[in-house]
């Protein structure tokens, strides 16, 4: 009788032992969050002067909409390039040995390892005007002069694409390690091709992973700073650089914060629709 | 003639998913042999293939003082931010780990909110309220700063550790007479530590890479790697960066798999 209460208190322990963590970060992770949205609000340096004043120069100016709006778009594109390469990787990481699968694993996992600014400054050199690309096009006589790669959209695209991957393969293989291979079988027995079952049973099955890969690889690329600036160059303008921008060269702190407090939220919006859709789509995948 | 289809349509199918998939693996790899390949070069352009092979610009490397110093910092300020990482975050997985109060469940949610949220945005705001309170930016504020950003990695795997124990176990140690603490040190530590260790591995290296969150919370005296690289490729492509990205590879790759051995990183990773 006595056994309830006591296997409860040897398996569990106190909530107490998260306060120090939970203290630290509300001093230093949820206090700062606050006291950038209060300078957000305010139309002077000081923060004497209240007021939308910040939010209303964002949103009225169509330099900074189109910034937010080439970041989300970005994010878009870097996401859609991770799922159409890197579902494949998680599909042939189920159809190999398990040698091939530790070595599928690995080479997903190093990139995520590997320093960014490593792996930015790789694509420098594989983008550039006398880089593999230009080098080998040339040699082959398709083109005479070198083609702009590097500082170009298509070149950040690819790049953040190969530096975030990982963050899209990794849930897709647990996603499809989840799906009962017997569904497959089922399916083409059944009389469906392999591009039918492929669409009907096994995309749907693995939505969970699919969505928490995309959410993982959007939140990634639009806050990707290092490879935004380094292969997008100057003339490519994205909500980190402009971020910074503004509260470091130019000390515009509230100007800052209001940009901060905007990418936040289109961040966190982005985040609950994928987290919405993941919710929906576990009710039909039961995974 | 159905089956022949059949088999045709199988097979375009499983070529178009394979090749794909090839690619996609070569495009993920290819950039840190290229680099690899050039840190080699005996030129002194960034040109690939490059005209001949040295190890001149490792030469180099070894007297490049600055990057010294910023290796040094980086690599001081990352093991405080681990150390406290481990320190903070294992104590809160085990508060949260088998509690299903929506208390644990809000913790857990915040504890893993600096994953997503734009670290750039943290690290300003970090910086506002330092200086409102009138603490100068110093090592002491990175450590604070990179901890926030690291201790989701060490939560994370702790939980999943935990997860896998079996409840069992710690009844039965309990039934036999241990102390909670004593079940803790001999059970329960020893069966989650692979999965601190893999936690507190991944916090070093995002710690030891970070860049937004350093860029607002250093002094001009700590000169950080990863921001000294940067600022030296946004000035000019300096073949030293590609040898001391050979070195940063190598030693990444030769982690990766003492972490494989100690730790089964791979599998923590898709579970």
Partial sequence: MGTAPASRDVTSYGMGLAAPLALFFLLFFVAPLLQLFWLSLHNDTAGLHWGLGQYLHFLTDPFSLSVLGSTLLLGAEVTAVCLVLGFPIAWLYQRVGPKLQTVIILIVLLPLLTSVVVRTFAWIVILGRQGIINATLQSLGIIDTPLKLLYTQFGVVIALAQVQMPLMTLPLITALGRIDPNLDDASCSLGAGSWRTFFRVVLPLSLPGVIAGCTLTYAAAITAFITQSLVGGGQMLFMPMYLYQQASTLQNWPFASAISIIFLLAVLAVVSVFTTLGRLSRGYGGA | ?271
């Avoid at chain 2, 088999?7 to 693996?25: G, H, K, Y």
């Avoid at chain 2, 490792?58 to 980086?74: G, M, R, V």
């Avoid at chain 2, 790697?225 to 050979?246: C, F, H, N, Y």
């Fill in chain 2, 1 to 271: 003639m159905a089956g022949r289809k059949r088999t045709l349509e199988a097979f375009s199918f499983e070529l178009v998913m394979t090749l794909i998939a090839i690619i996609a693996l070569i495009l993920i790899i290819a950039p840190s042999l290229v680099v690899l390949i050039v840190s080699f070069t005996s030129g002194f352009s960034l040109k690939f293939p490059p005209p001949g092979y040295s190890l001149r610009w490792y030469a180099e490397l070894w007297d490049a003082w600055q990057l010294h110093f910023a290796a040094k910092n980086s690599l001081i300020v990352a093991l405080w931010a681990t150390g406290l990482s481990v320190a903070l975050g294992v104590a809160a997985a085990l508060a949260i780990s088998r509690s299903q109060a929506l208390s644990a469940r809000l913790l857990d949610s915040l504890f893993m909110s600096p994953l997503v949220l734009p670290a750039l945005a943290f690290g300003l705001a970090a910086l506002m309220l330092f200086s409102l309170v009138g603490l100068p930016v110093s090592p002491l504020t990175l450590v604070i700063g990179h901890t926030v950003v690291c201790v989701p990695y060490v939560v994370r795997n702790t939980v999943a550790a935990l997860a896998q124990l079996e409840p069992t176990l710690l009844e039965s140690s309990a039934v036999l007479g241990a102390s909670r603490l004593y079940t803790f040190r001999r059970i329960v530590l020893p069966l989650i530590r692979p999965g601190i260790i893999a936690g507190a591995f991944i916090a070093f290296m995002s710690s030891f890479d970070n860049v937004p969150v350093s860029l607002f919370l250093r002094d001009a005296a700590t000169d950080m790697l990863p921001i000294r690289m940067w600022q030296d490729l946004e000035g000019k492509l300096d073949v030293t960066i590609a040898a001391l990205s050979g070195v940063l590879i190598i030693a990444t790759v030769a982690l990766v798999a003492v972490m494989e051995r100690v730790t089964g990183l791979s599998r923590r990773l898709t579970n």
